[in-house]
């Protein structure tokens, strides 16, 4: 393997690392990060209803789509992508009052080969997503989200 790919590795890596280290588990700042984390999840998981379960029943996209709208996109694209393969990184993450959040998450999407190689270099699309999160009965709620070009 080139030395340039272990360095690149290895940066990426300790960067993941110390993210995961910020903060206890408890802190607003992990638990947004946590949300994140499995929607992810829930997303390479193909799974609609488990990323509809974060979203707030007040939910509204920048195209105007409510929770169920979104959940039902959800699924075409789940039907017509087989093999999800995604990359996030948290950008920026900000606190506006104590039960709000704003996040911007850059996401690359990869196909099968390049999902385990974990290098975002073979990323084949690259978006930013806008997200606002409330916390409600305890739990951050995704209330707003806008894709964003790369």
């Not at 699924?75 to 996030?88: C, D, E, K, V």
């Not at 709000?100 to 999902?115: F, I, K, S, T």
């Amino acid at each position: 393997m080139p030395l340039h790919r272990i360095v690149h590795r290895s940066l990426v890596f300790l960067t993941f690392a110390t993210l995961g280290a910020c903060g206890d588990k408890g802190s607003p700042e992990q638990q947004v990060r946590t949300v994140i984390e499995q929607m992810e999840q829930a997303a390479e998981d193909r799974d609609a209803g488990g990323l509809k379960a974060y979203l707030s029943d007040d939910y509204r996209d920048a195209n105007g789509r409510g929770a169920e709208e979104a959940a039902r996109y959800a699924r075409g694209y789940f039907i017509a992508n087989q093999s999800i393969h995604l990359l996030t990184r948290i950008e920026e993450l900000t606190f506006p009052t104590e039960d709000e959040a704003r996040a911007q998450v850059l996401v690359g999407m990869m196909g099968r080969d390049a999902a385990a190689t974990n290098d975002w270099e073979l990323a084949g699309e690259l978006r930013a997503f806008k997200i606002a999160l409330r916390r409600e009965d305890g739990e951050w709620k995704v209330t707003f989200l806008e894709v964003m070009r790369k």
